[in-house]
């Protein structure tokens, strides 16, 4: 019954390698976001869907694009990965269109680039 | 731009204790306030959201306030207990609700 899931839970790979997160949620919102976590726990958000369409898109390079098939998943896929993304990356979702309302986080993939 | 910044960056109590953690925002426009707790290894859990209009949230031992007039909220958690042990995150966000802006945390340790 978990809520906000995501797959890997680990990711270790070698720089300029492709790879792609996974994010499911089963809680019926209508959004999902991205955030990112560095090494010094900073949370930071990247992008933000809302039933498919993108509407927050904060600055990362390109290299980064998000894919939602449908409101219940959310997607990153990573292109020429560099010893910079290494961090833990983690999905959320809400109710409502912004984050105006609680945010229900999965546990986190932690990706490291070597 | 919106900066959080949460104080102590870490603390270490006896188990009992009652303590606050600190949260501070450099712009009083946010539509809420979010605490969450972050276990290690895992994903953040929310424990409180105060709405910009409210002073303050309660769920059980917990207590947030929040005076967005001087960009500041507070945690209280009373009679801590080894279980409480976490990093505490704040999070505002700005007045369209738009996108969460988060601090950095306090790690909290509760010793038995």
């Known amino acids: 019954d978990t809520a906000v899931s995501q797959t890997p839970k680990y990711l270790v790979t070698q720089m300029g390698n492709d790879k792609s997160i996974k994010c499911e949620q089963n809680?019926?919102?209508?959004?999902m976001y991205w955030y990112k976590q560095d090494s010094k726990k900073f949370l930071k958000i990247m992008f933000s869907?809302?039933?498919?369409?993108?509407?927050i898109n904060e600055t990362v390079p390109n290299r980064f694009s998000p894919k939602s098939p449908d409101k219940a998943h959310l997607n990153l896929h990573i292109n020429s990965l560099e010893l910079g993304d290494s961090a833990v990356y983690f999905c959320?979702?809400?109710?409502?269109?912004?984050?105006?309302?609680?945010?229900?986080f999965g546990p986190g993939t932690r990706l490291t680039v070597l | 731009k919106q900066e959080v910044t949460q104080i102590p960056a870490a603390l270490s109590v006896p188990e009992g204790e009652n303590l606050v953690l600190n949260c501070s925002f450099t712009?009083?426009?946010?539509?809420?306030l979010q605490w969450f707790r972050q276990d290690p290894g895992k994903g953040l859990t929310s424990l409180l959201l105060?709405?910009?209009?409210?002073r303050e949230q309660t769920s059980g031992r917990l207590n947030a306030s929040l005076d967005k007039s001087s960009g500041r909220s507070t945690l209280y958690i009373a009679a801590s207990q080894p279980g409480d042990s976490a990093t505490y995150l704040c999070a505002v966000s700005g007045a369209s609700g738009s996108r969460l802006t988060f601090g950095e945390g306090t790690q909290l340790t509760v010793n038995p």
């Open positions: 959320a979702s809400s109710h409502l269109r912004t984050a105006r309302d609680t945010q229900y």
């Open positions: 809680l019926g919102h209508d959004t």
């Open positions: 869907y809302n039933n498919k369409e993108l509407i």
């Open positions: 105060i709405q910009s209009s409210q």
């Open positions: 712009d009083s426009a946010i539509y809420n």
